[in-house]
């Protein structure tokens, strides 16, 4: 004698089995793969820096850690390049411009036009704009402005925001785009 089970699943548990796996696998800023597209197992970055004539391209992570040469590195190159200070810059911006670069599909490197700034270097810029903030994110390591070659201030802000990870704003009368890893919102135009 054969016996035949059955197996038989609702649509409503299927449905609930799928929600479930998508919460789980759901992106974090510690496991950014998810705006990282098609990173695979290494991060890079490339940059140039026309206020210092400095180049970067650097892979800074390597299969879910990363490497402390490769962020002192950054580190350095996104120093206040008046005065020379350094400030450790927060992972989760790093893999937001890293993940907005990837997305842009571009061989180009990022300009950079202002990464961490000293509070003396704030308190200048305030005084001589009103577009800098008090409390800047750039004070903290967390903020970065930006331009690529080939690519427009639009084209860029819309590649950052899809990250949905952070601030992007968009400067188009300056043509950069600022990027940081506060809270998500957008602004200018």
């Not at 601030?167 to 188009?172: A, M």
């Amino acid at each position: 004698m054969t016996m035949k089970t059955t197996s038989s699943i609702s649509r409503r548990g299927l449905l609930r089995a799928f929600a479930a796996t998508a919460v789980v696998a759901a992106p974090t800023y510690s496991n950014a793969a998810g705006f990282l597209r098609g990173g695979g197992d290494i991060r890079r970055l490339k940059m140039y820096s026309g206020r210092t004539g400095e180049s970067l391209d650097t892979i800074y992570w390597i299969e879910g850690n990363y490497i402390a040469e490769a962020m002192t590195e950054v580190n350095r190159f996104f120093r206040d390049w008046r005065n020379g200070q350094t400030h450790q810059i927060d992972t989760r911006t790093i893999d937001i411009v890293a993940a907005t670069q990837n997305l842009l599909d571009n061989d180009q490197p990022y300009t950079l036009i202002s990464g961490y700034r000293s509070p003396q270097t704030n308190a200048m810029l305030r005084a001589n704009s009103s577009g800098v903030a008090r409390n800047s994110l750039h004070l903290q390591g967390k903020a970065s402005d930006l331009r690529m070659q080939g690519r427009s201030v639009n084209q860029m802000a819309r590649a950052a925001a899809s990250c949905n990870a952070g601030g992007v704003g968009r400067y188009s009368g300056s043509n950069f785009v600022h990027i940081d890893c506060g809270a998500v919102r957008s602004w200018g135009s």
